[in-house]
């Protein structure tokens, strides 16, 4: 059993109770962890605040990256409340709709710099942030998707965005390794979110990985919990820089 037993953890990116964040922050709090949870905005508040009461979670505050100062208040109220922090979850990303479903080659200047921006550098800010915290170590978590290593039909824009998150990922590895603060990027098979139900025809993909991967089946949000809440741990010690996929074995047949 994953033991995060007195270990404090930031998680960002619960919309509702089928979100990817939710599963690892359900399987964080089950191992032990104490957890800040952010919401979007006002509306997502009614849907997260619910969940967060459920994880016992005493900091429960709003995340938009898009707004100056609001990433800097999560980190402060940290700072003011625990005073130190051992793992975040990083499970945002965005792109505008008319730059998301049409071609890569015909995506806007400011919807292409929008999505890496809230997709991408957002990672790079709480990094920055969370590195004073983290005095004895940590991990960092972000989520990707098999389609930043190969094409996949709709992905479209977020291809590009999530292989620059996940280079990202191994150059915050390599910076920050030597204050033993860890960095992985997941990437979950395909899996029904509120996220997901942008990208084009995507039941489409929900059908081509049940019939092409290995294992027959897709993957839940537990899945992924159960591997973050591993990679937090000690346990996950001389780990550092991966990208992990969690998807049945689709990507060594896709």
């Given at each position: 059993m994953t033991d995060l037993a007195g270990k404090k953890g930031l998680v960002v990116g619960i919309a509702n109770d089928m979100s990817i964040a939710w599963g690892c922050a359900q399987n964080f709090r089950k191992a032990g962890a104490e957890l800040a949870v952010t919401y979007l905005n006002e509306k997502a508040e009614a849907f997260v605040r619910p969940l967060a009461d459920a994880l016992d979670s005493q900091l429960v505050m709003?995340?938009?990256?898009?707004?100056?100062?609001?990433?800097?208040?999560?980190?402060?109220?940290?700072?003011?409340?625990?005073?130190?922090?051992?793992?975040?979850?990083?499970?945002?990303?965005?792109?505008?709709?008319?730059?998301?479903?049409?071609?890569?080659?015909?995506?806007?200047?400011?919807?292409?710099?929008?999505?890496?921006?809230?997709?991408?550098?957002?990672?790079?800010?709480?990094?920055?942030?969370?590195?004073?915290?983290?005095?004895?170590?940590?991990?960092?978590?972000?989520?990707?998707?098999?389609?930043?290593?190969?094409?996949?039909?709709?992905?479209?824009?977020?291809?590009?965005?999530?292989?620059?998150?996940?280079?990202?990922?191994?150059?915050?590895?390599?910076?920050?390794?030597?204050?033993?603060?860890?960095?992985?990027?997941?990437?979950?098979?395909?899996?029904?979110?509120r996220a997901a139900s942008g990208i084009a025809h995507f039941d489409d993909l929900l059908s081509q990985a049940v019939e092409r991967a290995p294992q027959h089946q897709l993957v839940d949000i537990d899945d992924i919990g159960a591997v973050a809440a591993f990679l937090v741990s000690d346990a996950a010690h001389a780990l550092t820089g991966s990208r992990l996929y969690v998807d049945a074995g689709y990507h060594i047949v896709g």
């Open positions: 709003p995340c938009n990256v898009e707004h100056p100062g609001e990433l800097e208040a999560v980190f402060a109220a940290i700072t003011q409340h625990w005073g130190k922090l051992d793992f975040v979850l990083h499970s945002i990303a965005y792109a505008p709709m008319d730059d998301l479903r049409g071609r890569v080659i015909d995506c806007s200047e400011q919807g292409f710099l929008r999505a890496m921006s809230v997709s991408c550098h957002s990672f790079i800010r709480m990094a920055k942030l969370a590195e004073p915290l983290m005095q004895h170590g940590g991990t960092l978590l972000t989520m990707s998707y098999y389609g930043a290593e190969k094409v996949v039909d709709h992905y479209g824009l977020m291809g590009p965005v999530k292989a620059a998150l996940e280079s990202t990922a191994r150059y915050l590895a390599h910076e920050l390794g030597p204050k033993q603060i860890r960095v992985h990027a997941l990437s979950p098979g395909p899996l029904l979110t």
